[in-house]
């Protein structure tokens, strides 16, 4: 059983920075059943661009028959604020002026979106999570809910993210935002301006995702007369104008500044401090050759949380190896939560 739906928040939701969002909606699915302990939640939490169909952009790893099914679990994943998917975002009615925000919008934070869904949790009557899982973006995210502590998480899984945005991966962003802003139908105050900007960023980004290896297994020629028309060339086109057809040129602008603002230190002592106060049974996943989130960055929240455990995998696509090598995610985190439940039995019997 799934169902769409949408919760509006009926009080003034206040920002991190200070600023006010009024009417504030969060668009989220579910699939299968709570039980009648409601100690069966999955709680998955998504990327950059995706949405809150988990079984559709996560397949292999949830779904009928997969590691997180709606047989067993109930599985919710709701759409990140400003995203283009439902919730509250640029292109939504500001209700001061009756017209859409565009770059009226105001600037959010990772640890704002973390916030928002803990609200949607609430509303839920979910006090519990079974298992928290969020890979990118979706990992700052987790992070953010399971130091908060505002919901009890009884495993956390973070998959191809960190404890800050490096300034590689801000320069990565910020040339996107710079792409974006060449398109001058970006500041028309229109539902598809800055489009082609858009279609660039996406092209940009998708060099981050993968790696030198990905592209000469997929877009190698295969004749050596070309001069023109490459497949990579053309790959990169696809995949802009792809995103085109599905999001706007500001859900992405503000989102990236979103992921850029990244830093569980802020307003603690420290990051290292911060990452101290995560006190769930937590499984840290890395891709070894990924060039945006590099495995160093895992390594680094493994050795900081209390007894975390770390894993890694060999993906030639890097980055994107978190959506795409799901068999062995499936394995890693199979492995991990059976670990665990081993673990509460021995230490059930010894308090016995």
């Not at 209700?95 to 949790?121: C, K, N, W």
């Not at 130091?147 to 800050?164: D, R």
């Amino acid at each position: 059983m799934s169902n769409s739906l949408t919760y509006k928040y009926p009080k003034i939701f206040k920002l991190e920075n200070g600023k006010k969002l009024r009417n504030l909606e969060i668009a989220y699915q579910t699939f299968g059943t709570l039980n009648d302990k409601k100690d069966n939640v999955i709680w998955a939490c998504h990327a950059l661009t995706a949405n809150a169909d988990v079984l559709d952009w996560w397949k292999g790893l949830f779904g009928s028959k997969a590691l997180f099914n709606p047989e067993e679990h109930f599985i919710v994943c709701a759409n990140i604020l400003g995203s283009h998917y439902g919730t509250t975002n640029p292109l939504s009615t500001n209700p001061v002026t009756g017209q859409p925000y565009y770059l009226s919008f105001p600037e959010f934070t990772i640890r704002d979106m973390a916030e928002i869904h803990q609200l949607l949790a609430v509303h839920l009557g979910i006090h519990t999570i079974k298992t928290l899982i969020g890979g990118s973006l979706g990992g700052q995210q987790a992070l953010e809910w399971s130091i908060s502590k505002k919901i009890i998480i009884e495993n956390l899984i973070l998959v191809a993210t960190n404890a800050v945005h490096s300034p590689w991966g801000i320069a990565f962003n910020e040339s996107q935002r710079l792409a974006i802003a060449t398109d001058r139908t970006f500041f028309a105050n229109q539902p598809n301006g800055g489009l082609k900007g858009l279609k660039t960023a996406r092209s940009i980004a998708l060099l981050s995702y993968r790696t030198y290896e990905a592209y000469n297994e997929t877009q190698l020629e295969s004749v050596n007369d070309k001069v023109a028309d490459f497949r990579a060339s053309s790959y990169q086109n696809y995949q802009g104008e792809k995103l085109c057809n599905r999001f706007n040129a500001y859900s992405y602008w503000y989102l990236s500044k979103a992921m850029d603002s990244h830093n569980v230190g802020r307003g603690r002592k420290s990051i290292v401090d911060a990452l101290r106060l995560v006190k769930t049974n937590t499984l840290v996943i890395g891709i070894e050759n990924d060039i945006l989130f590099p495995i160093t960055e895992q390594q680094f929240l493994a050795q900081h949380i209390e007894n975390a455990t770390f894993s890694s995998i060999k993906c030639a696509y890097g980055h994107d190896g978190f959506l795409i090598e799901t068999d062995k995610l499936t394995n890693i985190i199979g492995h991990f939560l059976k670990e665990n439940i081993n673990k509460k039995v021995i230490k059930l019997q010894h308090i016995a």
